[in-house]
């Protein structure tokens, strides 16, 4: 038989899709490369790998879930956050639905029959009329071109880590400081023989305050305040309140004490729970930059290093790029086995057998870490040969180099030319910036929504017009120039990897405005979509 829709990647907004298209009839298959679900957390086993959201946040708000898991920390680790999801599709009845350690290759649009054929790594392959992609937004990795790097032998991205790799006593060399270099360096400073951080950009990283807790403390925080936290994420679609005062209003030391209180209270408290102001004025940002900048300098001992990771001019907006969560990184290089190497003034010249040169010295390795980030938001679909009506490839619609037209959607979820694809997760969303459940349900609820209406009506067909497409951008530039995200050198903003078109490839108008515009084309009955008969062209 074959499936009316097939979903592509098992972790959180596949599952979703998966469970809310079972749930209304919908014949539906999900493919994964992975040994079991969880995506990103099935795969990647560097350690130190825990998420950045804190739990119930980072949990599906189905009550029947939530009531019955147990984590026992603030920021899960990797280990658990993929048994939770293997949990939740066993409890939901999915496993049958799983076609696991394969891979979607080539997808092509049938305008006959309006049905895509989805190629398996199997060899199989299926005709089918709905694919959803829900490859996940940091899924293909991106190493730079450093000159000599395949001489290095013991070298890993953070997504391949081998599991079993010794790194206790041998001289470590990691490349990249964000959310994935941060996790590791404060790992391994304290257990290796030497490590050598080669930092580009400095981490604006907050305190994360993690918590373990007992399983009788877990219940009572559900009983006191899951439906609570839930119901706040789930009606503002956002998950502090938000602030309404703006950076200024306040006087100095209540402004000091505000950013104090955020401090304590640890998590994305800093960058999410701040003044409203916080990334639409340059001056309230300095304010809160000031303050991050401030307790850097008194952990870190040697003032140059202090001045390497929290310099006087911040290189972007404090918040513009993800700041991460730590516990003891800056702490890290007090030890007298840790060196930080800035490579705007010491630049990796190239990557020899045994280590790595920079313009003013030989850093001699045993291990070189890529953390050097992924072909972000829309890699992970790229990298699937698709093609849409007339058989044009989305790679040739999204030319994301630096000459090139660029992404275009609408609302994110949809591409002209491409009927019935969706992409939850994929670019033009808040999709990195939003909780990554919270953005499954409500994606996976528009994409579910989406097709029942059609099947209600017996349509085969959805795309979006151009027009919608152009809309869209108008809205996802504005969003972009009325912040200070679009300033920054970012993945968000599609240029992590050299040659790419700078362009907002996040929506930063909020999850909750975003959540209005999916539910304005449901209310409105699709427009911007052209829906048609299957087989026929007979518009609506
Ligand atoms: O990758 P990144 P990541 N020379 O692209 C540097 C999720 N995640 O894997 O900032 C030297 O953010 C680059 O420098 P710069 C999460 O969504 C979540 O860390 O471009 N350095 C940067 O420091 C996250 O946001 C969690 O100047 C080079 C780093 O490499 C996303 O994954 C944990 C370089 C890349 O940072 C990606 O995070 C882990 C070069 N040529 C991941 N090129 C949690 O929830 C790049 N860099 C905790």
Redesign the pocket.
Known sequence: MEPEAIVVGASWAGIWTLHLLKQRGVKVLLVDANEDVGGTWCYTRYPG?????EIPLYEFSHPDLWRNWTWSKRFPDRKQIQAYLSWVTDRLGLRKSLVLQTRVQRAEWNEKFATWTVSLSSGASYRTRYLILCTGY?TVPFI?NFTGAETFKDSFH?SSWPEELVWNNKRVGV???????L?IIETLGPQVAQLSV?Q??PNFATPKRQKHYAPGKMDYIKQNFYPDMLKQRNSKTGFFTVQHRRTFDDPADARQRFFQSLWEEGGLSFWFGNYADLLTSREANMEAYRFWRGSVHARVHDKNTAEKLAPANPPHAFGA??P?LETSYFETFNLPNVELVD?NEDL?QEITATGIQTRTKFHALDIIVY????D?LTGSGLAIDIRGAGGVKLETKWDTRAEGNGVSTALGMMSAGFPNLFFPMGPQAPS?LGLTPQMAEIQGKWVTDCIEYMKARGLGRVEPTVGSEEKWAKEVNAAAESTLFGEADS?YMGV?IPGRKKQPLCYFGGVGTYAEHLQQAVDTGYEGFTMAYAGGRSSL
């Open positions: 790998c825990h998420v950045d959201t940091s730079p953070t490349i990249g400081t964000a959310a994935s270099g996790q080669f580009r950009t790029k993800r991460s490579v990796i953390a050097t980030g992924f972000a990195a993945w992590n």
